[in-house]
């Protein structure tokens, strides 16, 4: 158990992880994360000093009970008058024997990737590459959805041997490095103490087995660089930068899981419509006389041509609201299409029109 010394005042924990008094716990742990990724001594440029600085201050902010009494009392109290030992007043000697608990300490978490497991996925196992590419849309197209067949050059599951590294025909046998358990278990010595970790196994890359005759195509890795066909749902309503994503359709990894693949969509612009959420806009041209007349006009959508009333006077930038033809979203829902009304003012009037309009504003109009 972390011991503190009570005869000594502390240091200012919150400064030294840069927190605030009122940070919360999450805040606590990422500070510390930070540091101990930056100080840890076993990273080139790491500072052992400040790294068993933010740990003491970790220690002590973690816990709920030695954080009240650090705010209190400006210090923690191991009890029955025990002298603390180790740096800065905590007892480390305990710790490569159980003596952190893993809630309060949570070191597996925190200096996972100082001690292998770097760049795999959560199993352990090494992960493939992600891959991204770009496909052009038209606008009708991102609108209502479509498909796509694309051919990828990457690393996928090798087609000589289905994946298994061995040349069809042949047997696998036991890995004599990890005795077909896929990883390797080591021992180290830090100024924690000694730590015991494991890692994939390097000879059968986590397989457990390695090929008695390695196929021709993979050397045995299980893996090849080929094209690779790969079918693009794309679902209706998508926007222009958007991405869709392919869980494991990215690069195969040697005795591990492919990555993922990312679809970036570029929405072409369209002519006639324009998009704001679920609804399209549209516009509808109009002479004077029909904006001041009103009747039925013809307006196309993305569905086809719809009639719209357009009421008498109708003023210049005015919407008309066409239910349900907008952008398909949800379940079957689909949102508007706007119409907004453009009035086209004569540049020259004849002589009889100029008649007309002189009787119009003779009317008050």
């Not at 298994?164 to 010595?189: F, L, M, P, V, Y």
């Amino acid at each position: 158990m972390l011991a503190y010394n009570h005869q000594t005042m502390a240091k200012d924990y919150y400064n030294i992880l840069g927190v605030t008094k009122s940070a919360s716990e999450d805040e606590i742990k990422s500070a510390f994360r930070k540091l101990a990724h930056k100080y840890h001594p076993d990273k080139k440029g790491g500072d052992e000093k400040k790294f068993k600085e933010a740990s003491e201050a970790y220690a002590v902010l973690s816990d709920k009970k030695r954080r009240a009494e650090y705010d209190t009392y400006g210090k923690t109290f191991a009890g029955g008058g025990q002298q603390a030992g180790g740096f800065g007043g905590f007892d480390f000697s305990n710790f490569a024997h159980g003596g952190f608990n893993e809630q309060e300490f949570d070191i597996g978490d925190i200096f996972g990737e100082f001690f292998g497991g770097g760049g795999r996925g959560a199993s352990g196992r090494s992960r493939g590459r992600d891959i991204s590419v770009d496909i052009e849309l038209p606008f009708r197209e991102a609108i209502f959805g479509t498909e796509r067949r694309m051919l990828i050059a990457k690393m996928s599951v090798c087609g000589g041997c289905d994946g298994t590294g061995a040349k069809k025909g042949t047997k696998r046998t036991t890995c004599a490095s990890c005795n077909g358990k896929g990883e390797i278990r080591e021992a180290r010595n830090t100024f924690f103490g000694n730590f015991t970790t494991t890692r994939t196994c390097p000879t059968c890359l986590g397989r457990g087995e390695v090929p008695e005759h390695p196929c021709d195509t993979c050397k045995g890795q299980g893996v090849a660089k080929r094209e690779e066909e790969v079918h693009v749902v794309i679902p209706a309503g998508v926007s222009d930068g958007e991405m869709v994503r392919m869980p494991g359709r990215g690069e195969a990894a040697a005795g591990g899981v492919a990555g993922d693949l990312y679809i970036k969509l570029h929405v072409k612009a369209d002519r006639s419509f324009t998009r704001d959420g679920n609804n399209l806009l549209t516009v509808l041209h109009l002479k004077l006389t029909d904006a001041l007349l009103g009747g039925e006009f013809k307006v196309e959508t993305l569905d086809g041509g719809v009639s719209v009333t357009v009421p008498q006077g109708i003023a210049h930038g005015e919407l008309i609201r066409v239910r349900e033809r907008g952008v398909p979203h949800g379940r079957g829902s689909r949102g508007d299409l706007l119409v907004r009304i453009d009035i086209q003012f004569p540049k020259k009037l004849s002589r009889t029109a100029n008649e007309l309009i002189a009787q119009l504003r003779k009317e008050g109009l």
